[in-house]
């Protein structure tokens, strides 16, 4: 395999780093820290007995080996480093019966964190932790994020609702956050007070972005020993949102991406008193209020509910397509899912209609009342799983009786499990003789066979389904399945 060329950071996967730290805490694995820091944060992990790993590194591993090749521990160090590891663990068994002191002072001399792992320690237990810490700090990251969009969303319901927005969102990053208009003033602001160099760095920053063509919709950078970021705001004002704060999380850029969409909502022009008490009423409902009571605010409808995947996964690519589709409703899942990830959900008042977009692929639901959005929410859902199906760019609700509500794929196992005891004649005998509600002669006629024939038939699959098949619900279960086969 070529060597590749050394990147200057590593591709991170979906899951939240580990740090030394927290491994080094887990008793039941025995690591011992013999160089390094143990602030070092550890993305995966890679077992390698090569002379040089470096081709087959990514960056950002704990690299273990037990130095079945190690002929040169300087020059494996180094090789390491470029590659971007994060960290060597060593094996003492059954190579070495101790760490070698040349790679000791190898990683001492390149910064590399070293552990030992010791013999009881296998390194599938060691890689086993490391799943699990990430496992732990993804849950973690989601609970943050799913806090934060509730605390967000109860701040914009408020009477004062951008700067409840900004000061809730401070909280939550630990930091400020700042409102720019197009020419650099502060709107508003909340949170704690910055350096002068961090307060300049971030108006620059939120002078980058904004609705220009070619325009980035978010920036980010330090200054004043924060990390900075900006937002573009919708809704044509030229607005930016500023964030300044100690530290960036992936978890921290989608709840800025939740601030985002809100904000744009709050400031969008021409927001008559009614309609803020409606688009408050609905953010609370697409973010978890029950129905009932957001309902009153509402208007009557009729409403389209649309469920979209596609994009690049990030609020302010739903933001685009909420306004392409003319609303600005729109509920922006957490990045990094799987349920999933998520779907973005939108609303669509009375007089609009989802069209293809590109880069998309849409579920809309028949136009309800407001009373009827949970219903119409699910319907959206069935039409996006249709529309994925079938490789189309959008696919709207069909009503087809209580028998399209049931997931074809669900209802087809179901029937195959249902029916399985019967043999194909049988089958289609129990088809035939339900379809002409009972009726023995008619069913025979049908099938060219013996009244007697259906009667025995009949009573067959009675006793291989132990189904009354006088009973009418029976009977419609069984109908049911037939016709999901």
């Not at 950071?9 to 011992?32: E, F, I």
């Not at 409808?301 to 979209?308: E, I, K, L, Q, S």
């Amino acid at each position: 395999m070529p060597a590749r060329e050394p990147t200057s950071a590593p591709a991170a996967p979906p899951a939240p780093p580990v740090s030394l730290a927290a491994l080094l805490g887990r008793r039941d694995l025995g690591l011992r820290l013999l160089a390094g820091s143990e602030d070092a944060s550890v993305h995966w992990v890679h077992t390698s007995e090569m002379a040089d790993p470096y081709p087959y590194l990514l960056g950002g591993e704990l690299l273990m080996t037990a130095g079945v090749q190690l002929s040169d521990p300087a020059h494996y160090v180094e090789r390491v480093v470029e590659a971007g590891a994060a960290a060597l663990g060593f094996g003492v068994t059954p190579v070495y019966d101790t760490v070698p002191a040349a790679l000791v002072e190898a990683c001492e001399r390149f910064g590399l964190p070293l552990l030992e792992v010791p013999p009881h320690t296998p390194f599938t237990a060691v890689a086993r932790a490391v799943w699990r810490l990430m496992a732990e700090a993804r849950h973690q990251e989601l609970r943050r994020v799913t806090e934060a969009q509730q605390s967000l969303a109860t701040a914009a319901a408020r009477p004062d609702p951008v700067p409840a927005v900004l000061g809730a969102l401070a909280s939550r990053l630990g930091g400020r956050a700042a409102l720019f208009a197009a020419d650099g003033t502060e709107y508003a602001a909340a949170g704690r007070a910055v350096p002068p160099e961090a307060s300049r760095a971030l108006r620059d920053l939120a002078g980058v972005v904004g609705p220009r063509p070619g325009g980035p919709a978010s920036a980010s950078g330090d200054g004043g020993g924060l990390r900075l970021a900006a937002y573009a705001l919708g809704g044509g004002e030229g607005l930016a949102l500023g964030v300044a704060a100690e530290r960036r999380e992936s978890a921290d850029h989608t709840i800025a991406g939740v601030a985002v969409v809100l904000l744009s909502l709050l400031t969008a022009p021409h927001r008559g008193a009614d309609v803020s008490a409606r688009d408050a009423a609905l953010v609370r409902l697409l973010l978890g209020t029950p129905p009932a009571e957001a309902a009153p605010a509402l208007d009557p409808g009729p409403w389209t509910v649309v469920h979209a995947r596609g994009g690049d996964g990030t609020p302010l690519a739903a933001s685009a397509l909420a306004t392409a589709l003319g609303t600005p409703l729109v509920d922006a899942p957490a990045e990094g899912g799987g349920a999933g990830a998520g779907a973005v959900r939108l609303l669509l008042p009375a007089g609009r209609e989802a069209e293809p977009q590109p880069g998309w692929t849409l579920g809309a639901s028949a136009p309800v009342e407001a009373r009827d959005l949970a219903a119409a929410d699910a319907q959206a859902a069935r039409a996006l799983r249709r529309a994925e199906a079938t490789r189309a760019p959008l696919a709207r609700h069909r009503p087809a009786g209580f028998g399209g509500l049931m997931d074809p794929e669900e209802a087809a196992a179901y029937a195959r499990t249902l029916l399985a005891p019967l043999s194909e004649p049988l089958t289609e005998t129990l088809r035939a003789w339900l379809s002409l509600h009972g009726n023995w002669d008619r069913t025979a006629v049908a099938l060219d066979i013996h009244r007697n024939t259906v009667r025995q038939r009949i009573a067959r699959c009675a006793a291989l389904l132990d189904r009354d098949l006088d009973d009418a619900d029976v009977r419609m279960e069984l109908w049911f399945a037939l016709g999901a086969l």
